[in-house]
């Protein structure tokens, strides 16, 4: 089994672990289509990048698990609420109905509302961790007290890159423009990729990082990290609009088309776009090249996402 | 000026102060959008509580104020998605048009979104705070970590009470019983009015007890008088749909009868409605009475809302 599946089969059981539990309960349905969002599959990039940059800095440790979950919730609940019928009234995604088609669109809203309140709930319990921590090894106070900043840093940027400065703001701007049948410039294009897509995945390397003790410059060097690999992945994305397999990738293409979109394929073509994808990419890799830790498994992580079929 | 009336308006300051500022951006219309849904006005009862139970255990300090605006915040989110088409389909809130129905119900669903993930950020604001005092004070670091984790205790009551545990799991089984025609039983009417209404009544006493380092049993003695205050609270909004003037509510009344639901009043009639709305809060300002600190506008703040016409 190659690293990247072991390591992706050990994430999932972490995000799993950290679901909600339905039991007979009256708001069981809620979280039936919460848990029935979340274990759809899919990459598990984003606690992927956030474990690995982790390690790097830090080793392995149970008190980055919690965010990891919490960032998969809430990009599950971002895309549950994108497929409602009032934004991109979507039927399929990875292979089988979204959210809303299944339950409806009433519990698809509230599923998602579930989901990113239960991601800051989630990710709440690393202060239990570090509590727990602290007092098995009877660590100082200004131990406690550092490990206890460093989780309150790791929360402010998950909230900020997950906001209206982050992806509900790239959301905002895309929602506007297909609303409003708007050309999109460049700069707005970028503006929606740099947030509706990059935003978290600069979160997964950040709060890697942060939650592992790195400093403000190695921080704001693995912001520049997920800035690249998150826009070469929504590049990906719209190439694979054109030219993906819908078998392979679980959902419609030709989408992008068929909707008059503006992408980065239709504004600097494909060759171009496919050229952008790996430039953007080794860039990253260079810039990692400066951070601590081994970056084998990060590097493979990474080149598995350049040209990638789905 | 009555005293309610001048703490509603500090109240009303501290959670404009909060809000996100649009400017001219890429993502002014979902930032403008929340901001017509905080600033329609309302009893901003769940601060006013917040701030009240603070003082009572801790003084005057700005540390509560991020929690008063995220609790308002949220608040708000689950309003304006109740209201969207897929749920309520309700146009008219405060004497004024739903978010939805002013901005698209696309943009009143990220409106939503933004909101609650926006309450964390806030409420985030309270550790910087916290930081500011302790390096002002230059207080030992035990202090600074046990004011640290009265902070995190906090962000844990409110993310608790606002998800599937709370407010969420209302909801959900709330717009079950009407997608399914369900006629609900006592016990069920019961959950929905602890959830869907009581949770949030319950954090603000809870929180404004935590962070002003409150005990774990008067934690608890503040969380049953919140859910006094919070059941009482929804028996007097189904006493209002039935009796209430639609001109004093800002919202129309006779809904529940219309749509056939089941409420508080309809299983136990007005007359008995009310004697619970009163025994519920007489109990609670029985139990107001062990806790620290002065009383008397914590008393008046919760007789107001007895018996209240809107």
């Given at each position: 089994m190659s690293e990247l599946k072991r390591q992706t089969e050990l994430v999932e059981t972490i995000v799993l672990k950290y679901l909600p539990d339905p039991e007979d309960r009256h708001q069981h349905t809620v979280i039936e289509a919460m848990n029935y969002s979340v274990t759809a599959g899919g990459k598990r990039l984003r606690p992927?990048?956030?474990?690995?940059?982790?390690?790097?800095?830090?080793?392995?440790?149970?008190?980055?698990?919690?965010?990891?979950?919490?960032?998969?919730?809430?990009?599950?609940?971002?895309?549950v609420h994108d497929d409602l019928p009032s934004l991109d009234n979507d039927t399929l995604r990875r292979g089988r109905e979204t959210t809303w088609k299944k339950y409806g669109d009433a519990m698809g809203l509230l599923a998602g509302d579930g989901l990113l309140n239960y991601a800051y709930e989630t990710a709440l319990k690393s202060f239990d961790l570090i509590e727990k921590e602290e007092s098995l090894f009877d660590t100082s106070p200004e131990t406690a007290y550092s490990r206890y900043q460093s989780c309150a840093k790791a929360l402010r940027i998950l909230a900020d890159k997950a906001g209206i400065n982050g992806m509900v703001g790239g959301q905002c701007l895309d929602v506007e423009a297909s609303l409003n049948n708007m050309t999109l410039t460049e700069?707005?294009?970028?503006?929606?990729?740099?947030?509706?897509?990059?935003?978290?995945?600069?979160?997964a390397f950040m709060i890697g990082g942060a939650l592992a003790g790195a400093g403000k410059r190695q921080i704001e060097r693995l912001e520049r990290i997920g800035y690249n690999i998150g826009v070469a992945f929504q590049i990906r994305d719209d190439c694979l609009d054109v030219i993906g397999d819908p078998a392979e990738l679980g959902k419609n293409?030709?989408?992008?088309?068929?909707?008059?979109?503006?992408?980065y394929v239709t504004l600097h073509g494909l060759e171009q776009s496919e050229a952008d994808e790996r430039r953007l990419t080794e860039e990253a890799l260079e810039l990692l090249e400066g951070l601590p830790g081994k970056h084998d498994f990060m590097v493979e992580l990474l080149m598995s996402l350049l040209g990638r079929r789905n």
């Open positions: 992927l990048i956030m474990q690995e940059t982790y390690r790097m800095f830090r080793g392995q440790d149970e008190v980055v698990e919690p965010f990891m979950a919490a960032i998969e919730m809430i990009h599950t609940y971002s895309l700069e707005e294009l970028l503006f929606i990729h740099e947030h509706k897509t990059a935003a978290l995945i600069q979160a293409t030709g989408s992008d088309e068929k909707d008059e979109k503006r992408t």
